[in-house]
């Protein structure tokens, strides 16, 4: 940066800056209370000329921070000191999709399990309102685990929009991923962030755009226009995919994020195993592949289980500022067999209960980490879907909370199965 002083805003010790675009700058700074490292996003004070700019500014940052989902970024805080408005965000280090692209090293395998990833977290934004607005390679970090995460949703964005429009070429680069809709400057929805996220995959899977031209105008153009280029041979089979997320009137294409991320599910079965799967799927909640750092926290390290090691541990972990304070459990017990999940499942319902009753609304996420033989795997997951009763304190909190659940194998290995069991309240619909 040249040579500009960093700002100072009380409660955070800011340390160099990550990134910079036109309307802000993100420093990694630590946060003083919690002594933890944040991405602080400082909003360009020239905006504060902007008209309502501060109203507008906290009213998405708000929205933006009620989405609690494994594949968005979690905001800690929102604020303002003198001329700094401020957003305290997760810290991610593994990078952005956009220096992944670069190299060119991506399956498409890889590509498509992390787009259906990013259709999941665009289809629960959607459904809370919220517009992504600017869905591009750079603004999906990934975690330490590798998972994407969305970040860089619309704050103040169409405070910038005109400025936007009326300076094409210089703040915003190119409209690269805008989907027609938006390159005409028409009211958009959430299909707006579906060509964007189709633009992506056409991206990763060739490490070209399907459109590109000299100048804005032009690229504008030919998104409204022209037809999406053929994907070679070798990805031949995704072009019904693209064909449908690049359509360019958004009725035609996909109309939610969960069915781009169906279809993509489907694409990524092996066509032998797409009929074997079949019955299992259908009584599966929701899966992800991974889940940010803190719901994949505590987890024995390779002790040998057996009833002289059975364990039980549950923690709390407190974020989010004045607007969205929440606390999460995390619960992490070993089960040798059917009877000791049972015992220590009830043992978490009496905790729940307590916890609940202790924090109220703001108690709303528990994260289940349960180590156990994978043969009792599916009477476990099937108790838990079907505890969900009202006036049973695991099933109330079920109805308003999220629940994931993480299986591990005895010693901690991995079983490579996350579930989405609750996800504030609404059951993830069962996949098929
Ligand atoms: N939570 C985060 N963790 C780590 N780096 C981040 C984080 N948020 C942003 N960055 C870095 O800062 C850059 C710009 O952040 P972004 O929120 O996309 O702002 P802008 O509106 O300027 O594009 C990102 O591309 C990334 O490199
Ligand atoms: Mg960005």
Excluded at 16 to 22: D, I, P, Y
Excluded at 217 to 225: D, F, R
Excluded at 363 to 380: F, G, V
């Amino acid at each position: 940066m040249n040579g500009e002083k960093l700002p100072s805003i009380p409660g955070y010790d800011i340390v160099r800056v990550l990134g910079q675009g036109g309307m802000a700058t993100v420093y990694l700074a630590v946060q003083e209370s919690f002594g933890r490292p944040v991405a602080l996003k400082v909003m360009s004070p020239h905006l504060l000329a902007q008209r309502d700019f501060a109203q507008r500014f906290y009213s998405e940052a708000r929205m933006v921070a009620s989405l609690s989902h494994p594949n968005i970024v979690t905001v800690y805080d929102v604020g303002a000191y003198e001329q700094y408005h401020y957003l305290a965000m997760e810290y991610h280090t593994a990078g952005h999709l956009g220096e992944l692209i670069e190299k060119g090293d991506i399956s498409s395998q890889e590509a498509l399990k992390i787009s259906a990833q990013l259709a999941r977290a665009l289809a629960f934004a959607h459904e809370n309102g919220i517009v992504h607005r600017d869905l591009k390679p750079d603004n999906v970090l990934f975690s330490k685990h590798g998972s994407p995460i969305l970040t860089d949703f619309g704050i103040a964005r169409d405070l910038h929009i005109d400025t936007q429009m009326t300076q094409i070429g210089s703040t915003v680069g190119t409209p690269k991923y805008m989907s027609p809709e938006q390159a005409r400057g028409e009211k958009v929805d959430g299909r707006a962030d579906l060509y964007s996220l189709g633009v992506m995959i056409y991206e990763m899977l060739t490490g070209a755009p399907p459109f590109s031209a000299g100048d804005t105008v032009t690229l504008a153009i030919k998104h409204c226009q022209d037809p999406v280029p053929p994907l070679p041979m070798t990805a031949g089979r995704f072009q019904p995919l693209l064909d449908r997320l690049l359509a360019k009137d958004p009725k035609f294409r996909y109309q939610t994020g969960n069915e781009v991320a169906d279809a993509i599910d489907q694409l990524l079965k092996p066509p032998a195993a797409q009929a074997a799967a079949a019955p299992a799927a259908a009584s599966a909640p929701l899966s992800f592949d991974s889940l940010p750092a803190k719901a994949a926290a505590p987890v024995s390290p390779s002790v040998p289980t057996g009833p002289a090691n059975s364990f039980y541990k549950s923690s709390d972990v407190e974020s989010g500022g004045f607007f969205s304070k929440k606390i999460e459990r995390s619960v992490n017990f070993s089960a040798d067999d059917f009877e000791e999940f049972s015992t220590y499942f009830q043992k978490m319902t009496d905790e729940l209960a307590e916890w609940r009753q202790k924090n109220g609304k703001k108690a709303n996420t528990l994260h289940l980490s349960i180590e156990a033989h994978p043969w009792i795997n599916k009477r476990i997951i099937d108790k838990l879907n079907a505890d969900f009763g009202p006036g049973h304190p695991y099933g109330d909190f079920a109805n308003s909370g999220t629940i994931t659940l993480h299986l591990y194998e005895p010693g901690g290995a991995e079983q490579g199965k996350r579930y989405m069991l609750r996800d504030k309240g609404t059951r993830p619909t069962a996949a098929g």
